[in-house]
Each structure stands twice: as structure tokens, then as C-alpha cells.
């Protein structure tokens, strides 16, 4: 991603020659038109105010069509968008914006901003500037179209910036490590240090709340995004910094150290933001489009299938999990590795299969008979070529085998990410039972392609009412939900730790591997 330059359109640019030579043949036939009136007017008529009027109505049609006539022909925000083909949004990198995926970017900013670029047609260029301030300055000049960044509407930024209609609310915290005393006010510091972004809604915030608490006072950085904050919080660099609500929920499997000591602000809302100015074009059509969505679904998909599953994990669940992982997958990371690779699978969503079916316990066997590291059935093992099952090797490669055969017959129609996650549940309950909850929630009028509404459909395979007239009939519907969710959690912490040691492989230098030489 690349910083780039948006030229004013002239009414006398290249693309416009064409536009502008009929202008001037219209004004010219209609001066010609005017003048002949006027001396027609002139010669039969010998007052003088006649000839005043026709040549103030004169003078007044020349001045509307070298003023106003230019401005109707002038190409729209809009039309200009879908001129060039692209549509530039500035963004933040965070998992509650836009992130680069396994294998696409990704993130709650990222799936409407590139949802809207297909309704316009266009492609969509987002591009993460380095702070925040420079956000601001690039939607305020026009160098972006607007800005989708989980930025909040404010009293401050609705001074100069236009925002769209709110998509998600969000409460203002402030966060401290665990290990400390949790502060009871913002008064109550005990002269630690407190962080914020500068020029954030956190900011705006301290800064209002100065006036209330004079002793109140912060570092403002312009380098640092609020989860670097958070990152040094939680190596108790600094004690303590401000967070939205939901960075802190995305960001909690992540720093099992940081807590939530209060809100500091009543509920914010999270919008869009746009330039002021006088062309509406592009900004009504995000109006609508944000209608659209809310009112069909979609919006709310989106938000489920950034969130869905953040709550699912605690804090107990989180430390078991990373001390599982740090024990035992060092083992068998290869082998995941390797049969992912086989399969055209993300190595680390097969861990987080393996994990959630034995806790990465080759031994592990269930109460009816499914067992080693995958937890295969007899069935399972024997269609994959799988002769012993407590194999580690041998679970894997079936595991990953089944599971990348699920994926594929699933119905084409299903994209992802719901694609996977219909896929781990059908890898849990089984193919058959999942397509009767997909047709439960067609007839209940929702979308069977998506997770957000068949995850609510599965549960009622259980109820009589619901299976009697399926054709697999009975199922623990409620187990593939909180069995994808669960898989969902770890993935994502699988995820972004092996991105974090990517990074960290990427900044290490010669000098950090070299003996010290005193």
C-alpha cells in the first residue's frame, strides 16, 4: 500500500475538451440569440427602459452560463469515482479495522468499504496511512474519499469532517495491568503514567475531562496506534492507556495481563468519515448504502463475523490453551504443516481443529470411541486410508485430509469465510445434519449460506418440532456451535502470534545473534 495523489478535476482537463466545446457553442448561440432580441426590442420601441430590462436579462443568462452551467457539467464526487474506477479509503491496521488474512485482507472496515466498492462497480483501494493525523489531513484535503477506521463521531471532528451513519457503538476504556491496584477514577492515578494517540477521540476526551479534573494529566503520542498502547500496558512499560471497547475485546486473548479498570466515556458511535463540502454525491450514496445493508442483514453479518466469537474464550481457557500449545505443538507443528500444505489448508486451522478435538493429545480417546489427535471414527479412518488412529502422523494426515474434502462439498454458492466455518461444523455433526439446518433456515426466512443465521438454526435439530421433518433428524445442535466458535478463538490467537514472530524474524538484526564482544 502506497500514499496517492488525487489532481483537481478542471472543467478544462483533457477528459473534458469535449464537454466544454458544446458549452461554449451553446453560450454562443443563445448570446446570439439574446443580443439579436435586444436590438429588435430597440428598434421598435424608442424608451430606454425597455432596453435596460432586455439587457439585464441579457447580461444575466451570460453570467448563469459562465457561472452556474460549468458547475451542472462538472462531473460529481461520484461520477468521478466511478470515472476512474476506484474508490481510495484511508484505514488503520487492527483487527478492528482492516488486517491482512491468510490469504485476504480482512477486517470489519475492510468488508463494508470493499462491499460498497462493488455496488459502485469500482475497485477499492485502502491504503494505511502512518498515524492518525495523517488520516485526518488526507480525508480533509481529498486525498482519500473518506475514511473508514473505526473513527469516532465527535464534537470536535463533526467541526470540519461529514460522518456517515453510525455502524457500531463502543465505550472508552482505561486499561491497567493486572498485576497493579485497579484505579478507581481518573483521579486516582497515583501520578502513573497514562498513554493516548494524539489526536484521538481518546484525547478529545482527557482533554474535556480536564476541566473537571485539574490534576488530570496524559502523553500524547503521534507514532504509537492505540494497540501498541495496549502492547506496552501489558509489558508494564507504561501503566496505562485509553482503548475502545471493541479493539479491547478483539485484543484480550492477546494480552492476558491487561484489564478494564472503567468506561470513561458514555457510548460513541463508529462512522465513516467524509470532507465537508458542497458535492453530497459520494457521501448520500454511502447513506444509502448503509441503509441497504442495515436493513437487509448484511451489516449485521459483517459485525458477527468480525466479533462472533470474541466472547466465547476466557481468561482461564486462554492461559490452558497457550501453555498447551507451548508444550505440545512444538512436536507435531511439522506434520500440521505439511499435510496443510498437501491440501491447500492454513496450517494454523488445522491446529485449531486438532486442539478443540483432543488438546493436541495423540492418546485422547472420547466416550464413543473417536480417538487420537484428530479424534477420528472408525468410519473417518478407514474412508482416509487410516490404519492406526493414535498415530499422531497418520491423525493428522486423515484430519486434514477429511477436512479439506468437507470444505470442497460444501455448496458453491457459500463464500467464505462462512464457507469454513459451515465446513468445521459440518466436520463436527457431520455433512447431512448441517444441510438440514442450512434448509431449517431458509424456511425461517434467513440466509442458509451464512454462519451468523444457520448457527442459530442448529440447535433446533434438537426440538422434535424442528427434526421430525428433516431427513437426518436428531442432532446435538447446540455442540458444531460452540465447536466453531471455540476454533474460531484459538485460530485467531494461532494467527497472530505467528504473525508477531514473523515480524519480529523480519526485524531481527545480525548484531542480535552475534556474541557481544566487550
Known amino acids: 500500500m502506497g500514499w496517492k495523489t488525487y489532481p483537481c478535476h478542471s472543467l478544462l482537463a483533457p ?37 435596460f430590462i432586455s439587457l439585464a436579462f441579457v447580461f444575466g443568462i451570460i453570467i448563469f452560463l459562465f457561472n452556474g452551467l460549468p458547475k451542472l457539467m462538472t462531473p460529481t464526487v461520484l461520477e468521478r469515482v466511478k470515472q476512474d474506477g476506484e474508490l481510495v479509503v484511508y484505514t488503520r491496521n487492527s483487527p478492528a479495522t482492516s488486517y491482512e488474512g491468510p490469504d485476504a485482507p480482512a477486517g470489519l472496515e475492510y468488508d463494508m468499504a470493499k462491499l460498497f466498492a462493488d455496488e459502485l462497480g469500482v475497485k477499492l483501494t ?39 451513519p453510525a455502524y457500531q457503538e463502543i465505550t472508552e476504556q482505561l486499561l491497567y495491568h493486572g498485576d497493579n491496584p485497579k484505579p478507581k477514577n481518573l483521579s486516582k492515578l ?3 503514567t497514562l498513554e493516548v494517540v494524539a489526536g484521538s477521540s481518546h484525547e478529545e476526551r482527557l482533554i474535556y475531562l480536564k476541566n473537571v479534573i485539574k490534576d488530570l494529566n496524559w502523553i500524547s503520542v503521534k507514532d504509537q496506534e492505540t494497540e501498541d498502547l495496549m502492547q506496552l500496558v501489558a509489558d508494564e512499560i507504561i501503566d496505562y492507556t485509553i482503548a475502545d471497547s471493541n479493539e479491547v475485546a478483539l485484543n484480550k486473548p492477546f494480552y492476558l495481563k491487561l484489564r478494564v479498570a472503567f468506561d470513561v466515556s458514555e457510548p460513541q458511535k463508529l462512522a465513516w468519515m467524509f470532507p465537508q463540502g458542497e458535492d453530497d454525491s459520494l457521501y448520500n450514496e454511502a447513506v444509502k448504502f448503509f441503509e441497504r445493508i442495515q436493513e437487509n442483514g448484511e451489516l449485521t453479518r459483517m459485525i458477527e463475523r468480525a466479533y462472533g466469537h470474541v466472547d466465547n474464550l476466557n481468561y482461564v481457557g486462554t492461559i490452558v490453551f497457550r501453555r498447551h500449545i507451548a508444550q505440545r505443538l512444538p512436536a507435531y507443528e511439522d506434520m500440521f504443516r505439511k499435510y496443510a500444505k498437501k491440501h491447500n489448508l492454513d496450517w494454523r486451522m488445522l491446529v485449531a481443529i486438532g486442539y478443540q478435538e483432543s488438546l493436541l493429545n495423540a492418546e485422547a480417546v472420547s466416550p464413543t470411541g473417536v480417538r487420537g489427535l484428530m479424534m477420528l471414527t472408525r468410519k473417518t479412518s478407514k474412508e482416509m486410508g487410516i490404519k492406526d488412529r493414535r498415530d499422531p502422523e497418520g491423525s493428522i494426515k486423515g484430519g486434514a485430509r477429511y477436512f479439506a474434502k468437507t470444505l470442497k462439498r460444501m455448496p458453491a454458492e457459500i463464500a467464505e469465510p462462512d464457507r469454513t466455518w459451515l465446513a468445521l461444523a459440518a466436520y463436527n455433526v457431520g455433512f447431512y445434519h448441517v444441510e438440514d439446518a442450512r434448509k431449517i433456515t431458509e424456511k425461517r426466512g434467513l440466509d442458509p449460506n451464512k454462519w451468523i443465521d444457520v448457527k442459530t438454526s442448529l440447535p433446533l435439530l434438537a426440538q422434535r418440532k424442528w427434526h421430525k421433518d428433516t431427513k437426518y433428524g436428531y442432532a446435538r445442535g447446540w455442540e458444531p456451535v460452540r465447536y466453531v466458535e471455540n476454533i474460531r478463538s484459538y485460530y485467531d490467537i494461532l494467527r497472530r502470534d505467528d504473525e508477531a514472530t514473523e515480524s519480529d524474524d523480519e526485524e531481527l538484526d545480525v548484531f542480535d545473534i552475534l556474541p557481544s564482544v566487550l
Open 190 to 192: 497515583g501520578g502513573g
Open 15 to 51: 477528459r473534458h475538451y469535449a464537454r466544454s466545446a458544446v458549452l461554449w457553442i451553446i453560450i454562443y448561440l443563445i448570446s446570439k440569440y439574446c443580443v439579436a432580441r435586444v436590438i429588435a426590442i430597440h428598434i421598435r420601441q424608442t424608451f430606454c427602459k425597455p432596453l
Open 126 to 164: 485502502m491504503i494505511i496511512p502512518e498515524t492518525l493525523g495523517d488520516i485526518l489531513e488526507g480525508v480533509r484535503d481529498g486525498t482519500a474519499h473518506f475514511a473508514a477506521a473505526g473513527l469516532t463521531v465527535t464534537e470536535e471532528r463533526e467541526k470540519e469532517f461529514r460522518f456517515g
